[in-house]
Each structure stands twice: as structure tokens, then as C-alpha cells.
């Protein structure tokens, strides 16, 4: 896959906090000038993991504004975490994320289904009733074909290529199917593994049981598709809506609204409040003028949730802080050592002992606005984490010079060597991330010069194992998160071998331990969560232990807030960014 990772990414971020426990935060400013007086904002961190400006009063237009267009509007190809987000306005699926802050978003229910489903005591089978009440936008029944075909879409990768693929590994590991667009079965609903037995139930046959199969369910890739609505590469210009919103028109690049869908029954969905009469996105090419935008109160949000930039920040920090909110995205940005040009594991550790973490905290915005260092590589909100555990001493911001010129002993380079450092070129923040980097290790002779390559090039550059080693890119700048909030959401694409791909690859290191790839067998079959995160936590450990990865920062950013939003706050699920399908405004 060619487009940012760290866009698309899911996790859970901040601390649980039940419904019944939910904080409602009154107003306690005036709101900024660009409000034009409209509402009134309620404060700095007013909606981090609890609910601002509470309310269920329809009405008025929530405006969005974007610097970054979506990957695919289609369900089964957009990756983007906010194109997820924005998602559930026209489509919705079996199960769910629960529509409260913080890291209790993480937590699947029922969506178009009447539960969670029937689970199998072997854990192979899941069976599912859809709800009465469920239709699409011209009052036709979703039926649970529908579902069936929509899930089978993502086997089209030569058609609608782009999106998760976690069904289609947990269904069809060895790649028997060929998508409904090569099916020959009459009805095109040929995948053996979900059966539709009648219009209202549906079963999935798992060949090996997986804990985290309800989480793959709440993505947007198992969102129902009608057939005859199916536009195949041309669906994400114009989605059929199952959800409370519709598609009114649509500019790619430009600008595009939803209306009410007057056949969605808000009596089968008691997860979107649809209080907005209409939903509008802006894009733009120039994010500083976006920012501006924000504060003059032309629009209420930013879409991509990608955090005020540099140039507006200490203005919004001053001046307008009652509208900040400064959550962790729950990413990760890290330096990863490809083993194939450097493998040797002390010659990595002098590189992770050289660094300087504070200044790499720096150069990525500081504390507020780029996070804070983390010691070790699975973020705090999935299970198995341990923010304290810090084997090189990364915590406390300093660099050992000592520590990294007794490695460089041990891998008999004395005197340093020489590697290069990949970083892509559309990353300002990445490239001042290479920069630092580069000055820390100048200190113990070891020589990283900086290639930027076309960020948009990734799947084939860094995402090639073959190009990296030709190009002996030893150190690669990254940023990630999980797509769904669970260790093997999070990190079996990056360190599991299996996951080693000749073109898209993510798992830079080149890790493939059969200790490693062992546990992950083991925990996907775990279905206590704790219990999984206990075997992820063993993984996280095997990898430091390998000197593959220098983490950075555990990534926060600083979102604007309008004044006119209702029903504000954080959602794990959706990276710290607001729970969208939950705002309102004040008309």
C-alpha cells in the first residue's frame, strides 16, 4: 500500500471511562471572535476522553474542512483513520465501536446486528441476526447477503485494491477465493466461509479461531454492499448509504455533502445521533490557510484530525486555548534498522544509545504537540504495554555515549560507520525527526546521510525489501498505529515474518523468529484480552531485545474545536480524533 500508514491507523488512546461515568464539561469561556458568536467554547481538554458541550438538539450544518482528501470513500477500500471515522455517516456494520470516550470506544457492539453475536465454543463460528428496521437509503431491506457480498468485496483487491484485508486472511487463509467479481456462482456469494441461511442470519466459519475477529467485524470492510448498486472501481464516488446521512454531491479534491437519509430508522441505530441536517467537507491544498479558517470560525473542525500546524499553533495556544484539545493519537513515530544492512544487533544498539530523545521529542513539536518519548514500541492504550519498561534508557532524554561506543566495540566498527538514513520528502516533521537524529549519532563517528524519497513512492522504495537493500537504507523513519486496538492490530504487521512482502511491506526490520511469529499464533487464539496482552507484552520485550526499532514519541496532537460543536469528545477507536457520528452544532 503506497499512502501514509500513519493516516490510517486506528488505536485506542487515553483511559476508559464508561458511559455512566461521563464527564460533562460546561462552557467556561466566551469562545473565540471567529465563532461569530455562535456557542461557546467550554475550555482546554474540555472533550480528551469525556463529553463537551452535551446536547441533542437537530439541526444546522456540520462543516468540515480537510487538507487531505480520503484514499477511497468506498468501505472496503478507504484507510484512512479519518475516511473510517467520516465513514459511519453512510455505512454501517454488524457490530460496531461504542459511542463514548476514550479508550470504552475500543469496545465493539451492536450495529445493524441485534448483538455481538453467537460465538462457537471452539471459537470457529460466529452467528449473527440482523435487526428489523435496517435499510438503505431506498428503503429496501439490508439483507444478510448484503453483508455477505459487501465482506466478499475486499477479495477484489485487482478491482477495489487499497483496504484492510484482515477478513479475508481470517477467512480464507489460503487464498481459495477469488472475489465476487471472478465468482461463478450464480448469485456471486461463492465464499464458503459466511453462509446466509436466510435473508435476517448470518455465520462465519473461521479455519482458526481469532480473538480479535469481532474488532475486523467494526471495521468499515465489513460495512453491506446491494449488488445492483455496486459500482465496482467507481463506488467510492458515490457510496449507497445504510447509514443516517445520504450523498448529496461530491467533487474529488474539492468538496462534498450529505443530506439526510429519510429510510434510515434511528430505532435500529442506537449508535449515531445524526443530529446535523447536513454535513459539508472543504478540501484544500494549504493546511496553514485551513488552520486560519478554523480559528476565523469559517468551519468547525479539521477532517484529517492531523493537529493545528507550526505556523498557527502558538497562536491558537494564546489566544484561543478553550477551543484546544490536546489528545494522544495513540501512534507511535520510530526509526526502524533494516537487518539486511545492518545486522549486526550492537552495532543497532550503538544507533539506539546515541540517540538523543529529547531532541528528537523536539523536532517532532515538543511534549504538547509531539508527544511524549516513548521507551519501547507498543503504545499505552493496547493490552500488554508497559510505558515504564525502557531497556536503553530512552526515558530520560539524554543520550549514552558510553553505552553507544562500547556497542561499537562489540560490533568491531571502533570508530562508527556509515549508513543512510530514508525519510520521506512530504514530512517536514520527518525530515527535522532524520536531521536530529543524523547530529546525535555524528558523536560517536557514526556517518547517517539523509535520502528523501517521494513520500508517495513508499510501497515501493522503503516498501521493498530488494530497493532497501540496494539503496542500504539502514535507519527508515516511520510513524504507526493499529488498526484495530489490539497487539495484533498493532504489531504482528510490523514484526511478524509471515508479514514480509516483496512490494508494501511493513515489517521493515525484517524480523521473522519463529519465537516471535509463535507467540502471535498463540495470542490470536487467546480470547481473554488480558490474557492476549500478556503474550503481546512477551513480544514487545523479544523485540527490544533485538535492537530493531528506536521509538520516538507516543505521538499527541492539538485539534481545533469550534465553538458551535456539540457532544464533543475523544474516541480511542478513532486515534484520539472526535467521535464524528456523535457531534452536533449550534445553529
Known sequence: MTLDRSQRRRVA???LLAAATMVVTTAC?????????KGSAPGFNAAVNKVASASAKKGGELKFIGAQEADSWDPQRGYYTFMWNFSRYYARQLVTFK?????????????LATDTGKVSADGLTYTFTLKDGVTWEDGKPITSKDVKYGIERIWAQDVISGGPVYLQRALDPKGEYKGPYKDTAPDKLGLAAIQTPDDKTIVFKLPVANGDFLQMLAMPTASPVRQDKDTKAQYGLHPFSSGPYKWDSYTPNKSLKLVRNDKWDPKSDNVRKAL???????????ADDMDNRLVEGEYDLDLNATGVGAAARQKVLQEHRENVDNPQTGFIRYAVFPQTVIPNIECRKAIIYAADSKSLQTARGGPQAGGDIAPNMLPPAIKGSDPTADPYGKLSGAPDLAKAKEALKKCGKPNGFKTTIAVRNNKKIEIATAESLQNSLKAVGIDAQIDAFDGAQTAGIIGSPKVVKEKGYGIIIQGWGADFPTGQGYLQPLVDGRFILQSGNYNFS?????????????????????????????????????????????????????????NVYTAGAYSGQYDYASLGVVK
Open 99 to 111: 459511542p463514548v470516550p476514550g479508550a470504552g470506544s475500543t469496545e465493539p457492539v451492536p450495529d
Open 276 to 286: 446535523p441536517d447536513k454535513i459539508s467537507i472543504t478540501f484544500t491544498t494549504n
Open 29 to 37: 469561556g466566551g469562545g473565540s471572535a471567529g465563532d461569530k458568536g
Open 510 to 566: 525484517e524480523l521473522n523468529d519463529p519465537a516471535v511469529n509463535g507467540l502471535f499464533d498463540k495470542a490470536l487464539k487467546e480470547t481473554d484480552p488480558d490474557k492476549a496482552g500478556e503474550i503481546y507484552k512477551q513480544i514487545n520485550t523479544k523485540v527490544s531485545e533485538d535492537a530493531l526499532y528506536l521509538p520516538f514519541t507516543f505521538e499527541k496532537n492539538i485539534i481545533w474545536r469550534s465553538s458551535r460543536l456539540t
Open 13 to 15: 488512546a487515553g483511559a
